[in-house]
């Protein structure tokens, strides 16, 4: 199907935050794009309004049972003033999928792109154009229905909220993390929802992120939750370990989020000639190759950091620290090459970029 979006604009438009304070998730932009769905009629009522707080009946099913996801992606300025929006496909259908996981419908790819290319044209003045800004998009699936019992809901809302944002690191520069490698706590299991960007994936890991933070670390490399001995994601991104030379990533599952950025950075690896591996990756084999010399970087990657490097591992009274805490250089090289993309300032040769 084909949405019609009609569109109300507010009548008291905000001033865009300068670009030295958009933090990240701070701000948002002046409207919201919603779309309703029932049993009945399905997808409808379509339409790009003011941003404002939602009505939901304190019964909505979303509030007792969990049926929540979503999806983040961001829209670029590009170097001749134009917008594009990156692997803008690859989220529709990683959103798709996900809902159906969650016993949601899924707005079908072609309307999710409508949907974000039509909230992105509305909110033009609202992607910054200073080096490391962008407007991220944040589409939210929720279940509606007001009733109190353990299935799906028949009623459900699609949102879309952007908000304009800078770099994660504060610059162009990037800054190396230290993370809390987590032995007792899960952020996702065989068999769940770490595939999904599902709500209650991020509300499981936010005791044990608590904890790290207090103990002075930035995030938690999680581990597997049968047997804690290989490595998954790191804090909410996929995790790239470089050993004697080759990118090991763990292989996908269905408790690893497919991630955009971590496609993207498999493209540019396999391009350049890189020797890459997708398979289970142990802790012991991360703490051996530091042991022998070989453990040349850790580094994560998402859509809201791009790449983020690694400068130590605790694994309990183990501290290892990687390339004396300094950024490796396939993760400035990868921040480089997709920042550049993203911008327009190198050539789009994969097709990731969608012009609004």
């Known amino acids: 199907m084909s949405l019609s979006i009609r569109t109300t604009k507010t009548a008291s438009p905000r001033p865009m935050p300068p670009a030295e304070q958009l933090g990240f998730g701070k701000h948002f932009s002046d409207h919201m794009l919603c779309v309703d769905y029932d049993a009945e009629h399905g997808w409808h009522d379509a339409r790009v309004e003011p941003y404002a707080p939602l009505a939901l009946d304190p019964s909505a099913s979303v509030l007792h049972y969990g049926q929540a996801m979503f999806e983040g992606l961001k829209a670029f300025r590009q170097a001749?003033?134009?917008?594009?929006?990156?692997?803008?496909?690859?989220?529709?259908?990683?959103?798709?999928?996900?809902?159906?996981?969650?016993?949601?419908?899924?707005?079908?790819?072609?309307?999710?792109m409508q949907a974000i290319r039509a909230f992105v044209a509305v909110e033009d003045a609202w992607v910054p154009s200073a080096p490391s800004t962008a407007l991220y998009v944040r589409p939210t699936l929720i279940a509606?229905?007001?009733?109190?019992?353990?299935?799906?809901?028949?009623?459900?809302?699609?949102?879309?909220i952007g908000s304009p944002v800078g770099s994660y690191y504060g610059g162009d520069t990037l800054k190396p993390v230290r993370i809390w490698v987590e032995r007792d706590y899960v952020r996702a299991a065989r068999g769940g929802l770490g595939a999904t960007k599902a709500g209650a994936n991020y509300a499981a890991s936010l005791y044990a992120a608590v904890k790290a933070k207090k103990a002075g670390y930035d995030q938690v490399l999680w581990l597997d939750a049968k047997e804690h001995a290989f490595v998954e994601e790191v804090g909410t991104m996929n995790l790239f370990v470089v050993i004697d030379g080759t990118i090991i990533t763990p292989a996908l599952s269905d408790s690893i989020l497919a991630g955009v950025t971590r496609d993207s950075i498999l493209a540019l690896a396999k391009e350049w000639g890189l020797k890459v591996e997708e398979r289970p990756l142990g802790a012991a084999e991360v703490l051996d190759a530091k042991k022998r010399g070989k453990l040349d970087?850790?580094?994560?990657?998402?859509?809201?950091?791009?790449?983020?490097?690694?400068?130590?591992?605790?694994?309990?009274?183990?501290?290892?620290?990687?390339?004396?805490?300094?950024?490796?250089?396939?993760?400035?090289?990868?921040?480089?090459?997709?920042?550049?993309?993203?911008?327009?300032?190198?050539?789009?040769?994969?097709?990731?970029?969608?012009?609004?």
């Open 80 to 112: 001749d003033g134009g917008v594009a929006i990156f692997r803008l496909e690859a989220h529709a259908k990683r959103m798709e999928r996900g809902a159906s996981r969650l016993c949601m419908p899924g707005l079908p790819p072609e309307d999710f």
């Open 144 to 160: 509606t229905e007001a009733f109190l019992g353990v299935r799906p809901s028949n009623k459900y809302l699609f949102f879309i």
């Open 297 to 356: 970087e850790v580094f994560g990657s998402g859509t809201a950091a791009v790449v983020s490097p690694v400068a130590e591992l605790a694994f309990g009274d183990d501290r290892v620290v990687i390339n004396d805490g300094k950024p490796g250089p396939l993760a400035n090289r990868f921040y480089h090459e997709i920042t550049s993309v993203q911008r327009g300032e190198k050539p789009d040769t994969h097709g990731w970029l969608s012009r609004v």
